[in-house]
């Protein structure tokens, strides 16, 4: 929509940032308009022309409507809505325009109420009108994919983030790990574009390339002109020199500004004199016509018709940006608007999507509270209570609060609301603080995970519903199958339905958090700080109040577990060379002490009523016996080994484990004996002992 190319012209220009971060950095942070939020105008034609596409339930564009809206809702925005007025033109791109008043404009206006937004309607086009409100300052940006917002004056101009309705599927916008998490987007603003060397334009500029490219309001332009030459024009400064006699010459002279103008146009594009066009195109210049440009074309971008031509300029003074969402006319639209309008499904949808918008707001209403009440924000909001009875700990979320700002229903027929504010009867909102991050999605800001109990919530949001549906189909309120296999279920259960009043967990700036409820972040920052002094003091003894080695407990002969054992620091003692090997006289021991030489290893019988076989021979397998290997395993637990140092055998310690006190026998290291087959006794000797690995 607009004018074609012009956003490919400007997109050096437009700088990625998070929505979040966005209207919570210059928004609730930097509070320009004493809002704590971030105003902004969109053009309800666009969004009514998006939610066109919608094919799904009883009402698709409505249904569209109240999910974009629930979703702008996530951020501290502050949407104003302006609709086209009667004045509007009558063609816009060469088609008859309906001026015709849509049905579906008083369901969206009662959706917009519903969530608390402003609504106006322009007395010409509405995005004509939110230019000059930009202007002005009434709104901080506009959020549309629509590029003529420039032409009629904006200021800062937000695109649309979503790129299945904004066309921008070839361009998708990623955030800083290069992922589309739906909530980036390009902000643009006109200093920025005036600055960029690769665009250098100007409101003026932008108007010249509409006039030749071709826009809403002179689809044709100038055959055979394209977006360099247009953009070259502009740099030239045409544009601008076009515009400044469009704003201060009557008609009559603006006709005959437009002689020499238009020769020192013809001139610029045969010579290309100043180097912006990339080259001379003497045939394009004689193809310019007299009648270029329209003027009635021109003036509909410099001067068009909003409220202030009209001389209506108040009409915005009575823009108080004080509403807030009323759950209970929200639950009642759903229920005349949507085929899931009966309670259950209203309740479970509105913990999906709403409570976490709400929960944002009502942090928001509290921090304007605190703000109108002293002065300045860093005053504390206390849980209301009996005279002389304050609060312990500030309180930025009382449940009056909530019930007076957030549903219109008086608070005694509210059921279930307290009648007194008595002591401890007021309900906490937020329950504590469970942990923080700073997220790419919000370009890292501080975040907190709050857990939340949405009891009163959701009182107010039934108090609403009149039980006018009821479900046809499988109740929305059941999830859907559990794939989890559960103690002495089956797969494939059903999970119960969730508690609607049972606690969540939501992700909220920090810095709201701190403003309205800072002893719950002071608790939180305190547990912090235990954990990490624990977890650096984690692996750290400390002995006589200085810290020590690390210790290690010397084995004891005698008694391991003694008490009389105490750790010592073991130094690292040098290696000791290998004992020298006992002498026997046992004929069979000699035979298999021969065998294992190489291993520098004793092995005495304990026990000298057992005989000792030569395992280096092969012997027959014995008819009954089913295993041929099963003498290596009643000889290998009666092995041990000697101790040279001491003359007494160290008993009941197996072969591969034997610790000692004096020397440290080192495991052997044996080459793999190619000669020896893999069947023969000595190899499958070695195999068993562990000292030899099969290839």
């Given at each position: 929509?607009?004018?074609?190319g012009?956003?490919?012209?400007?997109?050096?220009?437009?700088?990625t940032?998070?929505?979040t971060?966005?209207?919570?950095?210059?928004?609730f942070?930097?509070?320009?308009?004493?809002?704590?939020?971030?105003?902004?105008g969109?053009?309800?034609?666009?969004?009514?022309?998006?939610a066109?596409?919608?094919?799904?339930?009883?009402?698709?564009?409505l249904?569209?409507?109240?999910?974009?809206?629930?979703?702008?809702?996530?951020?501290?925005?502050?949407?104003?809505?302006?609709?086209?007025?009667?004045?509007?033109?009558?063609f816009?791109?060469?088609?008859?325009?309906?001026?015709?008043?849509?049905?579906?404009?008083?369901?969206?206006?009662?959706?917009?109420?519903?969530?608390?937004?402003?609504?106006?309607?322009?007395?010409?086009?509405a995005?004509?009108?939110?230019?000059?409100?930009?202007?002005?300052?009434?709104?901080?940006?506009?959020?549309?994919?629509?590029?003529?917002?420039?032409?009629?004056?904006?200021?800062?101009?937000?695109?649309?983030?979503?790129?299945n309705?904004?066309?921008?599927?070839?361009?998708?916008?990623?955030?800083?790990?290069?992922k589309?998490?739906?909530?980036?987007t390009?902000?643009?603003?006109?200093?920025?574009?005036?600055?960029?060397?690769?665009?250098?334009?100007?409101?003026?500029g932008?108007?010249?390339i509409?006039?030749?490219?071709?826009?809403?309001?002179?689809?044709?332009?100038?055959?055979?002109?394209?977006?360099?030459?247009?953009?070259?024009?502009?740099?030239?400064?045409?544009?601008?020199?076009?515009f400044?006699?469009?704003?201060n010459?009557?008609?009559?002279e603006?006709?005959?500004?437009?002689?020499?103008?238009?020769?020192?146009?013809?001139?610029?594009?045969?010579?290309?004199?100043?180097?912006?066009?990339?080259?001379?195109?003497?045939?394009?210049?004689?193809?310019?016509?007299?009648?270029?440009?329209?003027?009635?074309?021109?003036?509909?971008?410099?001067?068009?018709?909003?409220?202030?031509?009209m001389?209506?300029?108040?009409?915005?003074?009575?823009?108080?940006?004080?509403?807030?969402?009323?759950?209970?006319?929200?639950?009642?639209?759903?229920?005349?608007?949507?085929?899931?309008?009966?309670?259950?499904?209203?309740?479970?949808?509105?913990?999906?999507?709403?409570?976490?918008s709400?929960?944002?707001?009502?942090?928001?209403?509290a921090?304007l509270?605190?703000?109108?009440?002293?002065?300045?924000?860093?005053?504390?909001?206390?849980?209301?209570?009996?005279?002389?009875?304050?609060?312990?700990?500030?309180?930025g979320?009382?449940?009056?609060m909530?019930?007076?700002?957030?549903?219109?229903?008086?608070?005694?027929?509210?059921?279930?609301?307290?009648?007194?504010?008595?002591?401890?009867?007021?309900?906490?909102?937020?329950?504590?603080?469970?942990?923080?991050?700073?997220?790419?999605?919000?370009?890292?800001i501080?975040?907190?995970?709050?857990e939340?109990?949405?009891?009163?919530?959701?009182?107010?949001?039934?108090?609403?519903?009149?039980?006018?549906?009821?479900?046809?189909?499988?109740?929305?309120?059941?999830?859907?199958?559990?794939?989890?296999?559960?103690?002495?279920?089956?797969k494939?259960?059903?999970?119960?339905?969730?508690?609607?009043?049972?606690h969540?967990?939501?992700?909220?700036?920090?810095?709201?958090?701190?403003?309205?409820?800072?002893?719950?972040?002071?608790?939180?920052e305190?547990?912090?700080a235990?954990k990490?002094?624990?977890?650096?003091?984690?692996?750290?003894?400390?002995?006589?109040?200085?810290?020590?080695?690390?210790?290690?407990?010397e084995?004891?002969?005698?008694?391991?577990?003694?008490e009389?054992?105490?750790?010592?620091?073991?130094?690292?003692?040098?290696?000791?060379?290998?004992?020298?090997?006992?002498?026997?006289?046992?004929?069979?021991?000699?035979?298999?002490?021969?065998?294992?030489?190489s291993?520098?290893?004793?092995?005495?019988?304990?026990?000298?009523?057992r005989?000792?076989?030569?395992?280096?021979?092969?012997?027959?397998?014995?008819?009954?016996?089913?295993?041929?290997?099963?003498?290596?395993?009643s000889?290998?637990?009666?092995?041990?080994?000697?101790?040279?140092?001491?003359?007494?055998?160290?008993?009941?310690?197996p072969?591969?484990?034997?610790?000692s006190?004096?020397?440290?026998?080192p495991?052997?290291?044996?080459?793999?004996?190619t000669?020896?087959?893999r069947?023969?006794?000595?190899?499958?000797?070695?195999?068993?002992?562990?000292?030899?690995?099969?290839?």
């Open positions: 929509m607009g004018v074609a012009l956003w490919n012209i400007l997109r050096p220009a437009g700088k940032r998070s929505l971060e966005l209207s919570v950095t210059e928004g942070e930097e509070n320009p308009a004493n809002l704590r939020g971030y105003r902004i969109i053009d309800a034609s666009i969004w009514f022309f998006h066109e596409y919608g094919r799904e339930g009883e009402n698709p564009v249904r569209t409507l109240f999910f974009r809206c629930a979703t702008l809702m996530h951020s501290p925005f502050l949407p104003l809505f302006v609709f086209d007025g009667p004045l509007r033109p009558d816009k791109r060469g088609k008859k325009i309906n001026k015709a008043s849509s049905k579906l404009i008083p369901g969206m206006k009662a959706i917009v109420e519903a969530f608390g937004f402003e609504w106006r309607t322009a007395p010409g086009e995005e004509a009108e939110l230019a000059y409100l930009n202007r002005i300052r009434v709104i901080d940006g506009i959020l549309s994919d629509d590029v003529d917002n420039f032409l009629f004056g904006a200021t800062t101009v937000i695109r649309n983030p979503s790129n309705l904004s066309g921008n599927k070839a361009n998708p916008v990623l955030n800083a790990a290069g589309d998490d739906k909530n980036h390009k902000v643009y603003r006109l200093a920025d574009i005036t600055a960029h060397p690769n665009v250098r334009l100007t409101r003026g932008m108007i010249l509409g006039l030749m490219k071709g826009g809403d309001y002179h689809p044709g332009g100038l055959a055979r002109c394209g977006p360099v030459i247009a953009h070259g024009l502009a740099k030239c400064g045409f544009g601008d020199t076009l400044e006699a469009a704003k010459l009557s008609r009559e603006l006709v005959a500004f437009f002689v020499p103008w238009r020769h020192e146009l013809r001139q610029e594009i045969s010579t290309n004199s100043q180097g912006h066009i990339g080259k001379k195109h003497p045939a394009l210049a004689k193809t310019i016509p007299d009648s270029f440009p329209d003027i009635d074309v021109l003036l509909s971008y410099v001067d068009p018709i909003t409220s202030e031509t001389g209506k300029g108040d009409y915005y003074n009575s823009l108080t940006w004080g509403k807030e969402p009323d759950l209970g006319k929200l639950a009642a639209n759903c229920e005349l608007s949507f085929e899931w309008g009966y309670k259950e499904a209203i309740i479970k949808r509105f913990r999906t999507i709403i409570w976490h709400v929960v944002l707001r009502i942090l928001r209403r921090a509270n605190m703000d109108a009440k002293a002065g300045h924000p860093q005053t504390l909001l206390t849980t209301p209570c009996k005279k002389g009875a304050a609060g312990l700990e500030p309180v979320t009382p449940s009056k909530i019930a007076k700002y957030f549903s219109s229903l008086t608070l005694g027929t509210l059921h279930g609301y307290p009648s007194d504010c008595e002591e401890g009867e007021d309900e906490r909102l937020i329950i504590k603080i469970h942990s923080s991050r700073n997220h790419v999605s919000t370009d890292g501080l975040e907190y995970r709050l939340i109990a949405p009891a009163q919530l959701v009182r107010i949001t039934v108090s609403g519903i009149k039980g006018l549906r009821t479900p046809e189909g499988p109740d929305e309120w059941v999830d859907d199958l559990d794939d989890d296999d559960d103690e002495g279920g089956k494939g259960t059903k999970k119960p339905p969730p508690n609607p009043e049972s969540m967990r939501v992700w909220m700036p920090a810095c709201m958090v701190r403003l309205v409820e800072p002893g719950l972040v002071a608790e939180y305190a547990i912090q235990k990490l002094e624990r977890k650096s003091a984690k692996g750290r003894p400390k002995f006589g109040g200085k810290t020590q080695a690390t210790v290690i407990p084995p004891s002969l005698e008694s391991p577990t003694s009389g054992d105490f750790p010592i620091i073991k130094p690292k003692a040098a290696r000791k060379a290998t004992p020298k090997v006992q002498a026997t006289s046992d004929p069979k021991a000699v035979a298999f002490s021969r065998t294992l030489s291993k520098s290893i004793f092995i005495q019988d304990s026990n000298p009523e005989v000792i076989r030569d395992l280096t021979k092969k012997t027959a397998k014995p008819k009954n016996a089913s295993n041929t290997h099963a003498d290596l395993k000889f290998f637990p009666s092995a041990k080994l000697s101790r040279t140092a001491a003359g007494k055998a160290i008993t009941d310690i072969v591969k484990h034997v610790p006190p004096t020397c440290e026998i495991p052997p290291k044996l080459s793999r004996d000669s020896l087959s069947d023969s006794p000595q190899t499958n000797l070695k195999w068993k002992l562990g000292y030899m690995s099969y290839p």
